[in-house]
């Protein structure tokens, strides 16, 4: 198991992968003492953080994985969480029985405070940021971090006993923890998806639910109960179970008071119900600040944890009622002639899409596609028989998913060339979306794909689609 960065004085550690989690553990380490090499397939020119890291005195090759990279004599190798383990140095590495962590277990050995994590196939970043809104609101000194913000060993090392540690973790990072343990771990929800990187969906349940491995009967796991994973979960671990639901009333937890779906004239009550079978209500449904059943769920999350952490219900009905969502998730965007667009960048997958979707009342003119990780897109297909009315498609998976538009019986798909400039084809599609839809319909900008084949992140997909927008 790995030790406290301090005891790797002297000894050899190499960081895996110079993005801003390497960054942050590579400083970790060469403060601590460490013999520190830092390593990164991109060639020099593409790594801007090498001129820092080798003021510091610490080593860095770009360019490759060169041949002696990894040998008997590494004690600890750190990874970014994104590089997959059949690359050649872990290969070998795990032949030679060197230990391999991501940022997030060096961080658990240095942070003072508690620390709550947060993950799921969908839903991470709203949850996170939520929670993070009223801890603050309830006087609680959060810091935010991890797969959301900041690097988690830069927060870490600024967090004192009186912080809350507020961690958005991808199964990427959770799958290479050991003796990682949160104060409160959140399950909220999984769905089929990164499979390119864990190869099957056991391995990706297994990376999901490392989150609570190491929970003992002192700490929280927040957890969706309507959802089949989470439950099994639930039967699994140490820790004390806070369910939520949108579907059912519980024992125990914070559920709606009538099942959700009814429309905004529903009277559903977010509640919370404690042990001993009080109800203590917290917030209608239709004053959230944000739309959908799925931010509904993200919205029972965060209260659980928030209530946990010691938030009183009027604080988290207020900050409930004041979010208006985080940039690139169902993030309003403009009214242009009647009609309006929202970027939804931040759905990587078909689910995130149909749950967009179906957080509108109104017809949709869709714009989607990116990174072909072998889906087929027939979840969509319901979606595209009913609530979107006309398609744009581009990036590698567009015949994909046009070909499922197709079978649904839409007429109206526009199929965008990806081989012009960047900026030309954003542009191309939102003019393309805008000429299909008619006053108070949604152009929606929800890709059910990863951005990667096209775009450097969903970050700047989002924000080339805005700015294009803005430009109408």
């Not at 790594?47 to 990894?70: K, N, R, T, W």
């Not at 070998?92 to 029985?97: D, V, Y």
């Amino acid at each position: 198991m790995m030790e406290h960065p301090q005891n790797y004085c002297g000894r050899q550690v190499v960081i895996l992968g110079l993005a801003r989690s390497g960054v942050a553990a590579a400083k970790l380490f060469h403060d601590k003492g460490a013999l520190v090499t830092v390593n990164d397939k991109k060639e020099r020119k593409l790594c801007p953080e090498a001129d820092e890291l080798e003021a510091l005195g610490i080593s860095v090759v770009c360019g490759g994985h060169p041949a002696g990279l990894i040998h008997e004599g590494i004690s600890l190798i750190v990874k970014n969480p994104g590089i997959p383990y059949t690359i050649e140095p872990l290969k070998k590495a795990a032949a030679l029985g060197i230990e391999v962590v991501t940022e997030v277990e060096v961080a658990h050995h240095i942070c003072k405070a508690p620390i709550i994590g947060i993950t799921g196939s969908n839903g991470k970043t709203t949850t996170t940021t939520l929670t993070g809104l009223m801890l603050e609101a309830g006087g609680l000194k959060p810091i935010v971090a991890g797969n959301i913000g900041r690097a988690l060993t830069e927060a870490a090392l600024e967090a004192e006993a009186d912080n809350w540690m507020v961690v958005e973790l991808s199964s990427f990072q959770l799958k290479g923890t050991r003796s990682f343990r949160p104060r409160i771990g959140c399950l909220l929800n999984v769905y089929e998806t990164h499979l390119d990187y864990h190869d099957t969906m056991e391995d990706y349940v297994f990376s999901k639910t490392k989150l609570f491995a190491n929970q003992t009967e002192e700490d929280t796991a927040v957890l969706n109960w309507d959802d089949a994973v989470c439950r099994k979960a639930a039967g699994e671990i140490k820790s004390r179970v806070f369910p939520f639901s949108v579907s059912s009333e519980l024992s125990y937890g914070m559920y709606v008071s009538s099942p959700f779906g009814t429309g905004e004239d529903a009277d559903s009550m977010i509640v919370y119900r404690d042990h001993d079978g009080a109800e203590h209500p917290v917030i209608a449904v239709r004053e959230l600040g944000i739309p959908g059943k799925h931010n509904v769920e993200n919205a029972l999350a965060a209260s659980c944890m928030a209530l946990v952490s010691g938030v009183r219900t009027d604080v988290i009905a207020r900050v409930l009622k004041e979010f208006r969502g985080v940039e690139h998730r169902l993030e309003y965007v403009a009214l242009k002639d009647e009609v309006l667009f929202y970027n939804d960048s931040k759905a990587t997958n078909p689910t995130a899409t149909i749950k967009s979707i179906e957080s509108f009342s109104q017809d949709i003119i869709l714009i989607a596609g990116g990174l072909d990780r072998g889906s087929d897109y027939m979840e969509l297909l319901p979606a595209f028989q009913q609530e979107v009315k006309g398609l744009v498609v581009l990036g590698e998976t567009k015949e994909k998913i046009a070909r499922v538009a197709r079978l649904a019986g839409m007429s109206r798909i526009k199929t965008v060339d990806t081989a012009k400039e960047l900026q030309d084809t954003v542009a191309e599609a939102v003019r393309a979306a805008f000429a299909m839809a008619k006053p108070g319909d949604v152009v929606l900008l929800s890709p059910a794909c990863a951005s990667w084949d096209m775009f450097p992140s969903y970050e700047e997909r989002g924000r080339m689609f805005k700015q294009t927008v803005h430009n109408l």
